[in-house]
């Protein structure tokens, strides 16, 4: 089974910031990262009057786009799939790193700014880490916001048990 964390925090945090930067820096190191957003308000990667949009208007339950660098599948379903659902279908790789799943069941990076406020979103429990501009009471591993090798280094020895 692929391991998969979970990158979390409050809204405008950098989460995206964080993973932009620890993305290449795992790639660098020789592995195969995959990426699931979570948006819980729903999204549209498909736009009104492309071929796949009008595939989908249609009432295709799949839409695939394919090209010679990518290929992209768009599923209509009745319910939100849960993470390892989704997870399922991804598939050569070391690592899939989520953006968001606060509430999933997986380990978590907790980003953290002091300026947004007191508190983590997560119990130390839940936390692998926690990446933050501040220093916190916590028996969990604390790193910087540009401490990207570190926390690599650590995501290779606790996740992928390599370094």
């Known amino acids: 089974m692929i391991p998969i964390i979970s990158v979390v925090g409050k809204s405008d945090v950098g989460k995206t910031t964080l993973l932009v930067k620890l993305i290449p820096e795992l790639k660098a190191r020789g592995y195969r990262i ?29 839409v695939a786009i394919s090209s010679p660098t990518k290929v992209a599948f768009i599923e209509k379903v009745e319910r939100e799939l849960t993470l390892d659902e989704v997870a399922s279908r991804i598939k050569g790789v070391d690592l899939i790193i989520t953006e968001g799943y606060k509430r999933g069941d997986k380990p978590k990076i907790e980003v953290h700014r002091k300026a947004l406020g007191e508190g983590l979103l997560c119990t130390e429990e839940e936390l692998l880490a926690v990446v933050t501009d501040e220093p916190l009471p916590l028996n969990v591993p604390l790193f910087g916001l540009d401490d990207v090798a570190g926390l690599a280094d650590f995501i290779e020895a606790r996740v992928l048990k390599r370094g």
């Open 34 to 62: 995959a990426t699931i957003k979570h948006d819980t308000h729903g999204f549209d990667i498909d736009r009104p009057g492309k071929d796949t949009w009008k595939h989908a208007e249609a009432g295709a339950d799949i």
